[in-house]
């Protein structure tokens, strides 16, 4: 039985008889592996026709070297719920390790977070302890990519990078290396890994590069970058995910920038492209969404709700259902963008900022539909709020309020339109700058002006 047998005999006669009982659980009861498998435990001395004989009545057919395979397989798939016992500490630690990473991963992918987030934190743990950074590193990927960034958060990566380098250097120094420094391995995988991930380095270099000029505010920096990051044929990267934070980068410098046409381009190209059957990122949908409105094209940005982010996406981000309030408010559907500000605010009470933009909203549709004892009755309630929040509250949203009460009293035009409040807010430099990607879709000095100058 050559490879097969040297697999079964790795296991105790224990442990042999636990594969058995695995494979029961896995298989019907009349399954030929099943029976293979038992008369290999019963019979570990005996030759291939010995067991063909018995499972086929034409033992020189082609089907049992395929169950031999199948067989192996299975083996392999549940030798992983059998611990080995004859193992040093070390080794026991980091199969520990591994398992945990392993169900964590299971867990998060069932959107377990809380649950998967726990055994990610244990992982990390024993990593730590066993002095494990490779597996620390895949602790780190995992949380990053299923949203559990405080087990392993971004602060401690220069000290995990320094650990991981130490770990390799230790590796190095046990093996005998080229001294030209050149790439010598006969393993081809290793070779195009080493390729890959020094491409991926140049990618994510230029993407984070891209990122802090951003940050900064340096727009021809950041241009003179995407330039740069497009000339090196970034469209299609090998990394799936350095593509999405260059787009993301991208979309932010258009945002900023206001250039929201060929924001909007930008989406509709990447959902075209081949790309579009990987897993598409929520903000992708956001920005696509907000290049519509905020070119007023309300009918298609509508369409983006209704058509990719209804359902579960509409539940785990409430900000959509404040968001499509804000397009019914600007097509002057009053009543239905009411309803769906009282639907969604609870759930808002987690996000200061789009809560708080929530009631303003309230408070302009009131004014709109002329409901003053209504409006004022809500206003009394905000100045409350207003003042029990007003650490959360941003600058442009309290100015804007301040406004509408003066609005409200009849306050003559000149004088709002020479208040340092209206001139503020109209600026918008510093930190009244107003951010086309926000709670704010809708700038409150141009509804003001509206209803100020008519």
Known sequence: MDRLNDILNAFSTQEKEQLLHLASARNTARSKKLDL???????????????????????????????????????KEISVLIKPSAVNTKAHQ???????????QLLLARNLRDEGSKLLQKSLELAIEGGFHDLALTVFSIGQEYGSGHVLSTKDLPELELA???????????????????????????????????ANRKQWGLVSSLKNSIQKRDYEEASLLMEQVEREEFSEPDDYSALC??????????????????????????????????????????????????????????????????????????????????TFFSLEKYKPALKLIHDCQSRLKS??????????????????????????YKMENFRKLLSRWSH??????????????????????????????WEKLNQRIGEYKWRPDGFE???YDQWFYKNIVK
């Open 245 to 326: 934070e260059f787009l993301h980068a991208k979309l932010q410098l258009l945002f900023e920038k206001m250039d929201f046409l060929p924001a909007q381009s930008l989406c509709e190209e990447y959902l075209q492209s081949k790309l579009k059957n990987q897993e598409v990122p929520s903000t992708f949908f956001q920005y696509y969404f907000l290049s519509l409105f905020h070119q007023k094209k309300w009918d298609e940005a509508l369409q983006v709700i209704h058509q990719k982010l209804n359902g579960p996406e509409l539940q785990k981000n409430p900000h959509w259902e404040y968001w499509k309030a804000l």
């Open 441 to 443: 879709l809708l700038p």
């Open 392 to 421: 959360k509250a941003s600058i442009r949203l309290n100015s804007a309020f301040h406004l509408l009460s003066d609005l409200h009293q009849h306050t003559e035009v000149e004088r709002l339109l020479e208040s340092s409040l």
């Open 37 to 75: 498998l038992r008369l290999l435990i019963r019979n570990p001395h005996e030759e291939d026709d010995f067991f063909a004989k018995r499972l086929y009545p034409n033992h020189q057919s082609n089907a049992f070297p395929q169950l031999k395979k199948r067989l192996k397989e299975e083996i």
């Open 94 to 104: 980091r199969i520990r390790c591994s398992e945990l990473i392993l169900q964590s």
């Open 351 to 376: 996000v200061p900022d789009y809560y708080l933009g929530s009631k303003m909203l309230e408070l302009m549709i009131l004014f709109e539909q002329k409901d003053m004892d209504w409006l004022e």
């Open 164 to 198: 991981i380098k130490c770990h390799l250097q230790v590796l190095v120094s046990q093996s005998e290396i080229q001294a030209d420094g050149k790439l010598h391995s006969s393993n081809r995988w290793l070779r195009q890994m080493i390729q890959k991930l020094n």
